[in-house]
């Protein structure tokens, strides 16, 4: 079905795709948190991604209080903002004064997450390859967990702590076999891909064993992930009791096992024929039914509980808007469409490109009248899947100069941006109670030209 989701209404309906704080002035432009977009184009340029402040601290709330509510008469539990999905100074330090912790998954976001004034007693640490260099910092800053993705990392994240005299804290990443998520690049728990260790195999009982001999290693707990864009509590709830059941089998070697991570990979609405995703609520009721037999068939005590969210605290609270160009009409087999040209592209969203993520776009500088035509939203870039909206409805009267924009871009937009074909990559401004200001600065041409030192 051709997407024909319209910019939100006067009344503020968004159908769960918008931001919150999105909405159609009576003038028929669009404004977020009380600032018009037309006034963030003038001041700011596009492409820009465009944040809603007290939707992302929201969502991050809604998380913190689910979890908080499900474990409260258990072990507890944490929250980790998986800072992949979108990480800067202000969205890691919105996230700790919401009172959540920060995931990292490289030395870039880890010293991102210590610039914000996060302790790195709330901050984690992932990877599949860690450097050296990620560790030694970890160590250094006396983060609460790395996570230990393969046997070779038992032996290097050992050395390094024994070298700087420490006991690092560590998890073991499971490979549980639960397949879960959207395109197959973003299922992480099947046997034939980089992530964790196989529980199937016994390669995660080997390294915890392994890791219970290492005198410089503190063995705290178990992880697991199992996909990314997940619209259902299903598999979160089998995965969960396969990781329960290596704690169990640790237990009867011995072995205490306090932690438990159960990982993000939170689905969200992009489109409106997309299914609306259970609420915080829903998943860590899932999870914590999950401990509760746990803890009732083994008798152990429960272990404090930790989850990952990321692009469900971020990406329906962000928006990328753009400058319409070239309009093109194409004849194709199925009849008319319109190209419609933006001045962005796969170097501000590659997942349309990369997973053929799909999308929704509407006109928000104006009402644009006319009859609905079948469109695609294209980018500038040389590559003909260089596409932003794959298939959209759009008023026949969009105007080269219009300004468009593309909801639920928080997670991997800017993250994944590229310079590609020299392309500088927009800015990120923060949108709160009617004022706008900048929180990551819009690249220029110079700051590529001062790299290349030919």
């Not at 599949?128 to 993705?149: P, Q, T």
């Not at 993520?357 to 294209?378: D, F, H, K, L, M």
Request: hydrophobic share 40%; glycine share 10%; net charge negative.
């Amino acid at each position: 079905m051709l997407e024909t989701t319209p910019a939100p209404e006067p009344d503020g309906t968004t159908e769960g795709i918008w931001s919150l704080n999105t909405r159609r002035t009576d003038a028929g432009d669009v404004e977020v948190a009380g600032v018009r977009v037309l006034d963030i184009a003038r001041e700011f340029g596009t492409p820009t991604y465009v944040l809603d402040e007290a939707d992302i601290r929201g969502r991050a709330r809604a998380w913190k209080t689910a979890m908080d509510d499900a474990f409260a008469d258990l072990a507890g539990a944490e929250v980790y903002y998986a800072g992949k999905a979108f990480l800067s100074k202000a969205v890691a330090r919105w996230m700790a004064e919401e009172g959540l912790n920060i995931d990292a998954a490289s030395e870039g976001e880890l010293r991102t997450a210590l610039a914000a004034g996060v302790p790195g007693a709330r901050i984690g640490l992932h990877g599949n390859n860690k450097s050296d260099a990620e560790i030694e910092l970890a160590l250094d800053e006396g983060i609460a967990h790395i996570v230990i993705d393969s046997l070779y990392e038992v032996d290097q994240v050992a050395r390094l702590a024994a070298a700087r005299g420490k006991r690092a804290p560590v998890y073991v990443r499971l490979t549980t076999g639960v397949h879960a998520g959207g395109h197959d690049f973003i299922q992480t728990a099947h046997e034939d891909q980089k992530f964790g260790l196989s529980v199937t195999t016994g390669a995660a009982q080997a390294a915890i064993e392994e890791i219970t001999r290492r005198e410089s290693l503190d063995f705290l707990g178990l992880h697991s992930h199992i996909g990314s864009q997940i619209l259902s509590t299903d598999g979160f709830g089998k995965a969960a009791k396969v990781v329960l059941s290596v704690r169990q089998w640790a237990a009867e070697q011995g072995i205490d096992i306090p932690e438990v991570d159960f990982g993000g990979g939170y689905g969200v609405r992009y489109t409106s024929d997309d299914d609306v995703p259970p609420a915080p609520s829903d998943f860590a009721a899932i999870l914590r039914e999950a401990v509760r037999e746990h803890c009732q068939e083994t008798g152990l005590p429960a272990p404090r509980i930790s989850i990952e969210p990321g692009r469900s605290i971020v990406a329906p609270a962000m928006m990328t808007l753009y400058e319409v160009g070239a309009i093109k009409d194409v004849q194709t087999d199925t009849g008319r469409r319109r190209y419609v040209s933006v001045d962005g592209g796969m170097s501000d969203n590659l997942r349309p490109a990369l997973y053929d993520a799909q999308y929704t776009a509407a006109i928000v500088s104006r009402v644009a009248n006319g009859e609905i035509v079948r469109s695609r939203v294209v980018g500038k870039h040389c590559e003909s899947g260089d596409i932003v909206v794959h298939g959209v409805g759009l008023p026949s009267g969009v105007e080269s100069g219009d300004l468009l924009a593309v909801p639920v871009t928080g997670a991997y937009g800017r993250s994944m941006g590229s310079n590609y074909n020299m392309l500088a990559r927009p800015g990120v401004v923060a949108v709160h109670d009617g004022k706008a200001y900048e929180i990551v600065r819009r690249e220029t041409i110079a700051d590529q030209l001062a790299l290349d030192v030919g």
